[in-house]
Each structure stands twice: as C-alpha cells, then as structure tokens.
C-alpha cells in the first residue's frame, strides 16, 4: 500500500502562484508513474502533470509553460509549481502514483483562482 498526503491548496488571485506538495510513503519502492490530476463539478478527472521513473515528463496543453512538476526522491516527495494561474485552473488537484498493479490516489486539494 502506498499513503500520499497532499499540501498546498488555496485561494490565490489570477496570475498568482502556488505549490502543491505530494508525500508518499508505504510500500513506494515500484512506482513507476507520479503525477497530478484535477477535477471540476460535472467533469472527468484530467491529467495536468505526470512524471515516470524513466526521467520523462508529459504537461496537459493547457498548462504547458506555467505548471512545473519536480521531484524530490530524497523525500519522496513530488511538486506541482503553478505559475500565472488563471480562473480555469480552479479545481481540486489529486496526487496520483502508479505501480505495475496499483494505483494510488491522494485525498484531494482545492485550488481557487479568483479575485
């Protein structure tokens, strides 16, 4: 089994910044994939930043050039930086992490973009 615990989350106006931090702990030793979603009301969750242990990384069109996705394996620990965020962009953000036979899901974080 593997934990995520999720930070990070807020208010914050349009063209704002915020970081979002992911943890995991647990059984961490085969996860292949971390990344983040989000989720509006009314929609499918959506793939915004992802990460493989291959070094690769993938950003969501919409995010691309303002959102940076990092990592600290030290800590176990993976980042979402989100720059010039804008009203669209307000969701609730989920870390996720992905091994051969699982995957795993943080509890969720708010995201609000509005002045």
């Known amino acids: 089994q593997v934990q995520l615990v999720e930070s990070g989350g807020g208010l914050v106006q349009p063209g704002g910044s915020l970081r979002l931090s992911c943890a995991a702990s647990?059984?961490?030793?085969?996860?292949?994939?971390r990344g983040w979603y989000r989720q509006v009301p009314g929609k499918q969750r959506e793939l915004v930043a992802g990460s493989r242990s291959t070094g690769s990384i993938n950003y969501a069109d919409s995010v691309k050039g303002r959102f940076i996705i990092s990592r600290d394996n030290a800590k176990n620990t993976v980042y979402l930086q989100m720059n010039s965020l804008k009203p669209e962009d307000t969701a609730v953000y989920y870390c996720n992490a992905q091994q051969a036979s699982a995957t795993y899901w943080g509890q969720g974080t708010q995201v609000t973009v509005s002045s």
């Open positions: 647990g059984s961490i030793s085969n996860i292949y994939f």
